[in-house]
């Protein structure tokens, strides 16, 4: 569990520089039932493309590293 906890979290490094470049920024919650759970801040939290930015972006790099993820979810 650990060790995927750290591979998620290494993910979410990855892709915090892109982020931040857009005025947002990226934290991991939490990993529980193969769900991921992170918080999109900044100008990412209440961005038109965030449903895009989450599915298409965060969940699809995380679910190529660890296929068995199902899903990431954005905490409000």
Same mark, same amino acid.
């Given at each position: ?21 857009? &005025? &947002? ?6 990993? %529980? ?8 801040? &900044? ?11 989450? $599915?298409? &972006?965060? %969940?699809?790099?995380?679910?190529? %590293?660890?296929?068995?993820? $199902? ?6």
């Amino acid at each position: 569990m650990k060790e995927i906890e750290n591979k998620i979290i290494d993910i979410i490094d990855n892709l915090r520089p892109f982020l931040i470049n857009d &005025g &947002g920024n990226i934290e991991f919650i939490k990993y %529980e039932d193969d769900t991921v759970y992170i918080k999109m801040m &900044g100008a990412c939290s209440n961005c038109e493309m965030l449903d895009l930015t989450l $599915k298409d &972006g965060i %969940e699809a790099a995380i679910r190529e %590293e660890i296929p068995s993820i $199902k899903e990431v979810i954005n905490v409000i």
